[in-house]
């Protein structure tokens, strides 16, 4: 397994591809840590997140020496991509919203069906179907 990649005039970049199992195993553990069921979406959706967060920092990492690349870059981007899977783990508790909240100041925000919808003078909202639209750009 190739854990470089060569090109960088002054370093040597990571290749994110030696990393994957890796990444997974970050957010396996964050996964238990939230109680989240094994092979579960849940899961799954974290271990998206870590390779997203691992991809990225890898275009940002340039090894400039010493033995271990793989350890090196595994310890650059520990600490981000485990904080970037505890972020969706929260989300995903949440209900698909991050830490939220309502200023005292503002009325709470109401959740409606779209047909029962009105505009603020209380007139109902005619809805239109963008589906029936003419979308040909003759």
Not at 13 to 34: I, L, N, S
Request: proline share 6%; net charge neutral; charged share 30%.
């Amino acid at each position: 397994m190739v854990a470089i990649a060569e090109g960088v005039a002054d370093g040597i970049a990571a290749d994110p591809t030696a990393h994957v199992e890796w990444a997974r195993r970050v957010a396996r553990g964050v996964a238990k840590a939230f109680r989240f069921a094994p092979a579960s979406q849940e899961e799954a959706e974290l271990e998206g997140e870590a390779l997203l967060a691992m991809v990225g920092r890898s275009r940002a990492y340039i090894h400039r020496g010493g033995r271990d690349p793989l350890g090196a870059f595994r310890g650059y981007a520990y600490s981000y991509v485990r904080s970037q899977c505890v972020r969706e783990a929260r989300r995903i508790r949440n209900g698909g919203t991050y830490r939220t909240r309502r200023e005292a100041d503002l009325p709470p925000v109401e959740v409606s069906h779209l047909s029962v919808m009105k505009t603020p003078a209380g007139d109902p909202v005619e809805l239109v179907d963008l589906r029936s639209l003419d979308t040909d750009p003759e």
